[in-house]
Structures are given as structure tokens and as C-alpha cells.
């Protein structure tokens, strides 16, 4: 069974500061997908990583993927009280629509 | 585009009674998902339509539990008898083509918040 592990689970950062999250997933995959959720709301997709030593870039949020290493990264640079939210990494496992979701990390940017 | 459309937004409900759940997928799309969101168990996959055929419904939590997509554009989540415990977050999300192949991303809805009291 495909298991993703996202950490932390919860941070709390300074407007302005640098950070990575991380996503650590149990088998082999080569798709993996970045989601934002704000509080109430839907999830937005943000990157889609598929093949390895893929790097998407969009504002203050880059993301990479290293497949061998089963790992993601999506690193924050200056972050901005905006990008307040939850961030959720999903890979597909053995079949291609099953999309499993990590816990998700609750981002805080404080000023 | 008007996205995947979900309702009713907000239900309350008491346990034993009926809930369904509805879902408008983007037109075109041709694969249909149902997830469940909670603070405990995070994002769990009910089921999966592609062109209208449930594909995997091991995610469906136990009998009380029916899903229905009798055309391209319409499906129902049904929950009979709810219970306190099925209250949470049911998102609905579709995509082009089959499931999560390629570069096909999930688009969601809007969710529907369930509370059974």
C-alpha cells in the first residue's frame, strides 16, 4: 500500500524567511502533484512533477522531484502572509487514478 | 467554465437519515472522483468513475455508502442511515481522460460539509 508522508505537519514561519516541505513517499512512482487548500475552501492544484529531477517554479513556491530517492520538496522563498495555507502532496501508485494524498502541512506565515 | 460543481454547500442532518450528495463534473471530463476529507484520516478515495463505470469503490467506508453516475455529467453520493461519524468534508473531482494518467490533474469542487448530528 502507497503511503506519503509529508513534514512537518504544521509551520510557522516569518514573512521573509525560507523554508522547504517535504514529501517522503513509500513506493515507486514518477507523478506526484502539489495542492493548496485555504481554511474552507477547495483544493487548488499548484505543480505537477513527472519525471525525475523535475523542478516546476511559480512565484515564491518551487517544487522537485527526486523519484529514486522517493521524495519531493516545495521550498518557500520569502514568504509572504498570502501564502497562509495547507499544502498537500498526492502521488499515483500502481493504478494510474489513485491519487494519495499526504496529511498536509499547515503553513503560517506570520509578519 | 464553470469548474466541478458540487451541492448542497452545508448539510446537517440527524443520524438514520438519508443524505445525497451531488456532483457536476467539467464537461468533457471523463473521470469522476469522490473523496472524503477529516481531520483524522486526511484525503480518502471513495471511489472512481471513468465514462460513467465505477472503476474502485474500495474506498467506499461500508454498505451504507452508494455512488451513482448515470451519465457524463451527474453523480450522486448517497449515505443511508447516516451516522455521526460520517460527518466530514466530500469533495468531488474530475478529470480529462482516464484517472490521473499523464499530466491530468485533479480538479475539485468546492466540497459539500457534512454534519450528522
Known amino acids: 500500500e502507497l503511503k506519503v508522508e509529508q513534514n512537518p505537519l504544521f509551520l510557522s514561519m516569518q514573512e521573509g524567511k525560507n523554508y522547504t516541505i517535504y514529501c517522503n513517499y513509500s513506493?515507486?512512482?514518477?507523478?506526484l502533484y502539489w495542492y493548496r487548500q485555504d481554511p474552507g475552501k477547495s483544493l487548488e492544484s499548484l505543480f505537477v512533477?513527472?519525471?525525475?529531477?523535475a523542478v516546476k517554479q511559480e512565484g515564491r513556491l518551487m517544487a522537485s522531484l527526486d523519484t529514486k530517492a522517493r521524495l519531493s520538496t516545495l521550498h518557500i522563498t520569502a514568504a509572504v502572509h498570502d501564502l497562509s495555507a495547507t499544502y498537500f502532496c498526492?502521488?499515483?501508485?500502481?493504478?494510474?487514478?489513485?491519487?494519495?494524498f499526504g496529511k498536509g502541512t499547515l503553513l503560517t506565515v506570520n509578519p | 467554465d464553470a469548474g466541478v460543481i458540487q451541492s448542497p454547500r452545508h448539510e446537517v442532518t440527524e443520524m438514520g437519515q438519508e443524505v445525497t450528495l451531488r456532483c457536476k463534473p467539467i464537461?468533457?471530463?471523463?473521470?469522476l472522483f469522490w473523496y472524503r476529507q477529516t481531520m483524522m484520516r486526511g484525503l480518502e478515495l471513495l471511489i472512481y468513475f471513468n465514462n460513467n463505470v465505477p472503476i474502485d469503490d474500495s474506498g467506499m467506508p461500508e454498505d451504507r455508502f452508494s455512488a451513482k453516475m448515470p451519465n457524463a455529467s451527474f453523480s450522486t453520493l448517497k449515505i443511508q442511515p447516516s451516522e455521526p461519524r460520517d460527518s466530514a468534508v466530500y469533495f468531488c473531482a474530475s478529470t480529462p481522460g482516464a484517472g490521473a494518467s499523464g499530466a491530468n490533474v485533479l480538479t475539485f469542487g468546492a466540497g459539500s460539509r457534512l454534519t450528522v448530528l
Open positions: 512533477l513527472l519525471s525525475n529531477g
Open positions: 498526492a502521488v499515483v501508485g500502481g493504478s494510474n487514478y489513485k491519487l494519495t
Open positions: 464537461s468533457g471530463h471523463n473521470s
Open positions: 513506493t515507486t512512482s514518477d507523478r
